[in-house]
């Protein structure tokens, strides 16, 4: 895809905005300034929702978005009124500070559900977050690196897309992980800036279908977050539409879903503990859901994600997993293989299976399970359902951090 | 319960039942004798079905078991034409040295799967399995040993019930887990042989009743097996119906769920590398299917289950779980509590937190969670709906185990 090149930089390639972030200890806080952005919203579909979540959804009505606050260490979750309260005293904040109007403010947390927010420590970070705003790269990276968690790495990405008309638009964006990461809509906080001209109803069509095969295909633990938003704001400060006469250029579609999927496998590369990352790819299914099924099913089974993390060559969990997925299979037909960046090994061709013990098939097997990168490719035979899902391996860390998580 | 008495002894409790067990390394066989029983089974739903299941299934069309194979160390799956030959020249084996028509044997396996059947050793095991036949508890141990994988302890159960009529029957099952195990039918292999004389219709209503309230109901990795088989026999050496006019009297009913239950919780406090048990009770859900999606939601999250290992009171995690379980949900009047055997705290009480930080409700929830035994009570206050589920914490050593399995 010739017409998407991915450029450095993160937020600071988009003109008229200022990003900035703060941390003091696990409390960090980021700001994002994009006066009077067309808005859209993708959340999570848990049904115990979080304070900020609940206030940027109202906030979301209007379509406008001005800045965006963002904090870790607390997910201001099942905190009943005060959360709420919370929200508003920290918008009230950002408000005063930027002198834009409280209704143009969308507000995102990720940390500890059910604990009342740190408000004196958060309004602190908050200040100091403010005081920092800018639009260089150091800005952009202190953004993606206030939100973070238990993530080890900042997750940021900038593409710049020619449309089918010969111009030129960018879009940039970070994400947080990296535990409570399963797929069902958002699974994750992602704040993505265009400086395309669109409007909150395009961006919400095309974010949904974007988040459909980024982040919704991405699986750590299985586990739903409360506080789940990938907010996308467009500035126009480039001047270019990209929907004409109700058709959004395809090139931009094609840049939007590009930038949600690297964000989306930095995520799983980063998932917590991991060590490894997994793709698994599933052509021939009989439709589109049983594609999705099928490799979400892989990355997802414990059993599986725990053979790579031992380098271990056991496929069958491959299989077994596809079996109880749910979708429609048959076993006499199916081929499976693996793959690294050097190799690839059939393990069953047409239902017929190569990779017994002592075959050189289950040797190179092997050796492909214990690299950095594991794909497993899928060619179910029965259909045209296409679908990839990515995810890491099961490691002790991930039950070292999850075990001592909150103390 | 008054009329259920647990007895100690597994299948040498029963007449007319013979039973044994013999390991050489990671490969065992038990066999179970109970002539000319009716006989019927729960199996895995998984898609991808092992060789013995499809063997056994089309064995059970006619009701009638004899005797029962079981080996550990290959699951016999997704191993061609070869892998039902192998079942085939395993009941021979049985069928002559026993000398009972080959139709009437059943069998299972457990183990690796995508790996051929190393015949010659598991035959060896088998004929050595085949001289210890005997009736003795020291029989029925050796049986629930040898059908053990990864399992720390044999499992066994027995109990007397005494019938509305006075009259009383036994009944006595083994099972084995301890990976892959999740709810959706069978999740593991287990037997069970009652000496009342019950045909194999009712056998089957009967059991699938009492797996959907116990086997199903236990969450060790959320993976379900390809090999998942129970299988309950009646042998009739009581005497005594228990179906009276089209009615299978309710104490049997009741013990035999009280059997499956235990052998269920066995499974969940001996899952793989667990440390800790962990019960989920739910009442006051909208309806029984909400009930157990919540309380499977519970006891199936990864991010729990670290906590509990790590004694963690991060009970925001039990929102988390029961909100994107699927089941409906007012986080305004729900109650939550978390209890072990000596102590009870309430975190949420009708919508209200009450285990904020520094608050005694945490500082007890911190030593409930440090207990070998976790519970938590969830009332919903929307409806009738109840269930109960079992699980266990996830645990460096699951990571290890499942590391490693097949090398």
Do not use: H
């Not at 972030?21 to 929702?49: D, Y």
């Not at 406008?64 to 920290?90: M, P, R, W, Y």
């Amino acid at each position: 895809m010739n017409f998407i090149k991915e450029i450095d930089g993160g937020f600071s390639v988009i003109e008229n905005l200022k990003v900035s972030g703060a941390r003091e200890g696990k409390f960090g806080v980021s700001i994002i300034l994009s006066p009077n952005s067309n808005a859209s919203a993708v959340f999570t579909s848990n049904k115990v929702v979080a304070a900020p979540v609940k206030y940027t959804k109202n906030v979301l009505k209007k379509g406008i978005v001005s800045a965006v606050f963002v904090n870790s260490g607390n997910a201001n979750c099942f905190t009943g009124e005060q959360g709420f309260k919370d929200c508003e005293t920290l918008v009230e904040l950002v408000s005063k500070d930027l002198k834009i109007p409280s209704d143009e403010i969308a507000i995102a947390s990720t940390g500890v559900i059910g604990r009342e927010m740190p408000i004196d420590v958060i309004s602190k970070v908050a200040y100091e977050s403010l005081s920092k705003l800018g639009n260089g790269p150091e800005n952009s990276l202190a953004a993606a690196k206030s939100i973070m968690t238990t993530d080890t790495f900042p997750k940021e990405c900038a593409v710049e897309v020619t449309l089918t008309n010969g111009k030129s638009v960018k879009i940039a964006g970070i994400t947080k992980g990296s535990g409570m990461i399963a797929p069902n809509m958002g699974t994750m906080l992602s704040f993505i800036v265009t400086d395309a001209i669109v409007s909150p109803d395009e961006i919400n069509k095309a974010l949904k279908k974007a988040a459909n095969i980024s982040f919704n295909m991405i699986v750590v633990d299985g586990d739903e977050s409360t506080n789940d938003t990938c907010l996308m704001m467009a500035n126009g400060a480039s001047g270019v539409e990209v929907v004409n006469d109700g058709q959004m250029d395809p090139n931009f579609r094609e840049a939007l879903n590009y930038l949600c999927i690297d964000l989306a496998k930095k995520m799983a590369r980063d998932g917590e503990g991991a060590t490894k990352f997994i793709e698994a790819n599933v052509c021939g299914a009989r439709n589109l859901e049983d594609a999705r099924l099928a490799s979400k099913a892989i990355i997802s089974s414990s059993l599986f994600k725990s053979a790579v993390f031992g380098g271990d060559p056991n496929w069958g969990r491959i299989v077994s997993a596809i079996g109880y997925s749910g979708c429609d299979l048959n076993p006499d037909i199916v081929t499976i293989s693996i793959a690294d960046d050097v190799d690839e090994v059939d393990l069953v061709k047409k239902g017929e299976i190569l990779a017994f013990e002592d075959t050189p098939y289950l040797e190179r097997a092997e050796k492909i399970m214990q690299s950095k990168n594991v794909i497993v490719n899928i060619d179910m035979d029965l259909g045209d359902g296409e679908a990839t899902a990515w995810g890491c391996d099961l490691t002790y860390d991930y039950v070292k951090i999850n075990a001592e998580y909150t103390t």
